[in-house]
């Protein structure tokens, strides 16, 4: 393949400009920021379900606080019906009363036991309470870090992509210089190699593949013409002659 030595240069431009959008998309892709939000994100799943889970605990606690006062309620209602039967005088055998002042005294006790229960969910409910308040201060905060983060992610995006819109058109003035055969090798070098189809020869070395070309090869390269497409024998790569490559 023939190209003028111009455009051989130019297709080293070509693939600097290349080099630099690779580079933006690997430095968008490995942004600190991904890594940060996904560690704050999964930070958050985490107190979300403690969160609800203290809520849970919460309404659960809440309902059986109403159902300890019901039955405290309900035992006071018959101890104060008993005491009123005692009152009312209308018991008269000792059995009976004896019976009912015993009933008066065991409920007593009832009352006392389920006033216990009522307090001891009381406690288990203000305790889920604050625990809910903590857990969503919490993730109130973890949600400021993760619209932070986000923010400064967006923000350094927006600086990659508006480099790389300029780099592209950069990229296809250039390109479009380049003779269409050159540039179609180019392309296809440039996937075989990991992003390097062209390369410079700088002081007897390809700086594709960083080999020093042997004597004879050196030789094959200061024999052809200018216009000729060298190849480097060792990685293939378009090998462009520059007043620096030591021939
Ligand atoms: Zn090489």
Redesign the pocket.
């Known amino acids: 393949m023939n190209a003028a030595p111009a455009d051989q240069i130019r297709l080293l431009d070509v693939q600097a400009l290349d080099l630099r959008l690779s580079q933006l998309a690997h430095k968008r892709r490995s942004l600190p920021e991904h890594a940060e939000i996904e560690a704050l994100n999964a930070d958050l799943a985490q107190l979300r379900d403690l969160l609800v889970a203290a809520r849970t605990e919460e309404s659960d606690t809440a309902r059986e606080q109403t159902k300890a006062e019901q039955d405290v309620d309900q035992v006071r209602q018959r101890a104060a019906r008993d005491q009123q039967r005692l009152d009312s005088g209308a018991v008269t055998s000792p059995k009976d009363l004896e019976n009912l002042q015993h009933e008066i005294t065991s409920l007593a006790k009832r009352q006392s036991d389920l006033e216990d229960v009522v307090l001891e969910v009381m406690e288990r409910r203000e305790s889920a309470q604050e625990r809910a308040g903590e857990l969503t201060g919490r993730v109130e905060s973890v949600e400021g870090k993760v619209a932070d983060a986000t923010s400064r992610r967006d923000a350094a995006q927006r600086e990659i992509d508006d480099e790389a819109a300029t780099v592209t058109k950069e990229r296809e003035v250039t390109a479009a210089a380049v003779p269409a055969d050159l540039l179609a090798l180019y392309e296809k070098l440039r996937v075989q190699q990991g992003g390097v189809g062209a ?1 410079r020869l700088y002081q007897r070395r ?6 020093e070309l042997a004597i004879t090869e050196l030789n094959e390269v200061r024999a052809a013409a200018p216009d000729t497409v060298v190849r ?6 378009i ?1 462009v002659r520059t007043p620096e490559s030591g021939l």
């Open positions: 390369a390809c700086e594709g593949c960083r080999q480097c024998e060792n990685c293939r790569r090998l």
